[in-house]
């Protein structure tokens, strides 16, 4: 089992050393750069972020600490604020008027299990307490030895139960000091594994007195760390409390709509062979309505949709590309941004296939795809051989129009005029980026990207927007061409397209390849990563009626705690700056 890293504990009121007032501890009181006026400023003006004010209180603090464990994060030789822990988590605490900055600890990237460190700080950003679990890792080779695939073996040769392969894709390596040796291991941790771990021959009936009914009546989920050198089982524990039970999803194949045979999951129905379209670890569930119009407010199905064996063949195309596509897009959302799904809060992603709509189009074709009504409408047009193709092919506007579903629940910018283009621009560049994600030949290249937005989709085969070069199709790549509103004229969708929604959020649209193209020495700015978590968190913190200008300040607001503690931060804000400014946005 786990053994406890080594602790550290501070709070002001606790602290004899020191007089100060106001139950917080200034920057100031630590006797830093005498003689330095920015010294005595208060900590709101010192400090850019509650990040940054965190990593300076945990690196004075820390240092004054003679341990390796304590030493090991703050790396004096290294000129960042305790560049051992990542920040994780920075929330207001509004029960007692502070706010908290949750850091990890990591050993050469790699996370610590268990380390930690939990800064508590006041609204000016003074210190109030400091909690931590570090240690120093020691004696263990960080390169595995046993591959991913193989950890998983061994987890499944310790339970005796068959475990599908995919159930560890997310596996990832950490460090983890054992118990009864205190030795440090480099370990797979695989999380929720449908697989308990083998029953006790002689069970003790106290085990579950705490229950008073038994174990709860849940499906298995646990976590194991598996020794990524030597094989072993090192640590395994319950990843939940209590919770409705999820069935194991079963992996499935079928055609899309590019003719491509495609693996994705489904679920098991009770006969042991056919299958739904409905993957319970994604929460992500498809329907054919079979061309109902979508004005009749067409039910959703009893069941999704359904195959007599694992295999969907390539009757269910349609269906096959807005299933696999929409479990890419929620699991980008889960593993690049850590939101649990378009809500936030892990609601079923629903896609509906084969819609049509009266008066727009000719059923059964309809030249849309969009989010409405909580879930995901598919239309569908005839190609050059007069077959139906659904738009679920098209991993960019799926991409879009879930992340409406996104803006929906965070910023709610309005749908129109500068907002609205906000609205739009956030999400093409949610679609472009999740499509190039999944499918460029080198996703952290960009020189490799296609940057057309619905591709074809536009008038003259056309795409529908160019994210690299909106003047090709006629749009606006600077504010000196935004498209405005005559005086008087209000926003609407069929005169004035919600005040040039799609056409001015081209303009915004151009920052962003900027960021995401923009060098220096040869190198790029930023990785496709940090781009995505800028924009999306700088989306998030967006007011409903938010402007371009805002747009900008937002995102360097995101960077100043992003990058916090980097020595690069004020260059990363900088370039940020002049992505916008080179399209007119200051």
Not at 49 to 74: C, G, I, K, T
Not at 349 to 367: D, Q, R
Request: glycine share 8%; aromatic share 8%; hydrophobic share 40%.
């Amino acid at each position: 089992m786990a053994v406890p890293l080594q602790e550290f504990h501070y709070h002001v009121a606790e602290d004899t050393d020191t007089d100060w007032d106001a139950g917080a501890r200034t920057p100031a009181s630590f006797g830093i750069a005498a003689g330095d006026s920015e010294a005595a400023a208060p900590a709101a003006e010192m400090f850019q972020s509650n990040e940054a004010a965190a990593r300076f209180y945990l690196d004075e603090l820390l240092r004054r600490d003679e341990r390796p464990a304590m030493q090991s994060v703050v790396e004096p030789a290294r000129p960042e604020k305790v560049p051992g822990l990542i920040v994780k988590r920075d929330e207001d605490l509004p029960a007692v008027g502070t706010r908290q900055v949750r850091f990890t600890q990591t050993h050469r990237d790699i996370p610590v299990f268990g380390g930690g460190a939990v800064v508590e700080l006041t609204g000016e950003r003074d210190l109030v307490s400091v909690t931590a679990q570090l240690d120093e890792v020691t004696g263990v080779d960080p390169v595995e030895t046993l591959s991913r695939a193989d950890a998983l073996a061994r987890v499944a040769e310790y339970t005796g139960a068959r475990i599908p392969a995919e159930a560890g894709v997310g596996a990832r390596l950490m460090y983890y000091k054992e118990d009864e040796t205190e030795a440090w291991h480099l370990v797979w941790f695989f999380a929720a594994l449908p697989v308990a771990p083998p029953a006790p021959d002689d069970p003790d009936p106290v085990a579950y007195r705490g229950h008073g009914l038994g174990p709860r009546p849940v499906r298995e989920s646990v976590n194991y760390l598996v020794d990524a050198h030597d094989g072993r089982i090192v640590f395994c524990y319950s990843a939940v409390a209590t919770g409705a039970p999820i069935p194991p999803p079963t992996k499935c194949t079928g055609v899309d709509e590019d003719d491509v045979k495609q693996t994705f999951f489904g679920r098991l129905e009770a006969d042991g062979a056919s299958c739904q379209l409905d993957d319970p670890l994604r929460s992500v569930r498809t329907y054919d309505i079979e061309f109902a119009d979508i004005f009749d407010d067409p039910p959703i199905p009893q069941r999704a949709v359904l195959a007599t064996s694992s295999d969907y063949g390539s009757t269910n195309r349609a269906a096959v590309s807005a299933h696999l596509n929409a479990s890419r897009v929620q699991d980008f959302y889960k593993s690049v941004l850590q939101r649990e799904g378009i809500d936030g809060q892990g609601m079923v992603l629903i896609s509906m296939v084969n819609t049509t709509a009266s008066g727009f189009g000719t059923p059964p074709e309809l030249k849309n795809a969009f989010w409405s009504q909580g879930r995901m409408w598919y239309g569908q047009v005839r190609d050059e051989t007069g077959r139906l193709v659904s738009l679920s092919k098209y991993l960019d506007v799926i991409g879009h129009e879930l992340t409406h579903g996104v803006i929906e629940t965070t910023s709610n910018l309005v749908y129109a005029t500068q907002s609205g283009a906000l609205n739009e621009s956030f999400a093409d560049i949610a679609g472009i980026i999740i499509s190039n994600w999944y499918t460029a030949p080198d996703r952290e290249d960009v020189r490799t990207w296609k940057w057309e937005i619905g591709a074809g989709l536009g008038g003259d085969g056309l795409p529908l927007r160019d994210f690299a070069d909106p003047t090709r199709l006629g749009d606006p790549a600077h504010m000196r061409d935004f498209k405005k509103l005559r005086p008087g004229e209000l926003p609407n969708p069929q005169r004035n397209d919600s005040g040039w929604v799609h056409v001015n959020s081209n303009i915004h649209n151009k920052a962003v390849h900027h960021l995401l193209t923009m060098e220096e020495d040869g190198a790029r700015v930023f990785t496709v990563q940090d781009v995505a978590v800028l924009t999306y968190l700088g989306m998030a913190r967006l007011v409903p009626l938010a402007t371009f200008p805002q747009a900008l300040r937002s995102l360097v607001d995101v960077a100043a705690t992003y990058f916090g503690g980097s020595p690069h931060r004020d260059a990363k804000m900088a370039a940020i700056r002049k992505a916008y400014d080179l399209v007119g946005i200051s």
